[in-house]
């Protein structure tokens, strides 16, 4: 799964903010702007997955997301 933001972010409040449901252990991952989320293992193809970025999410300036971005659902 990958969440490009428009600008460059703290990495720690972004995986902070990083919400999979149900969860799912894995990793992350950053190239430039964009957080790559592996999970551990293959998700079950027949769950219903959500993927949001909770507000808190603080760009490199000290900006902080102020809400939370609309969810994925897959």
């Known amino acids: ?10 990495p720690a409040s972004a995986e902070a903010a990083f919400r999979l449901e149900p969860s799912a252990p894995g990793e992350f991952s950053w190239s430039g702007s ?24 603080t760009d490199e300036s000290g900006h902080r997301m ?3 971005a609309a969810p994925l659902e897959f």
């Open 1 to 10: 799964m990958t969440v490009q933001f428009s600008e460059p972010v703290q």
């Open 34 to 57: 964009v957080l790559r989320y592996t999970p551990q293992q293959r998700l079950p193809l027949d769950t219903p997955f959500s993927v949001r970025i909770e507000a808190g999410v």
């Open 66 to 68: 102020a809400e939370a």
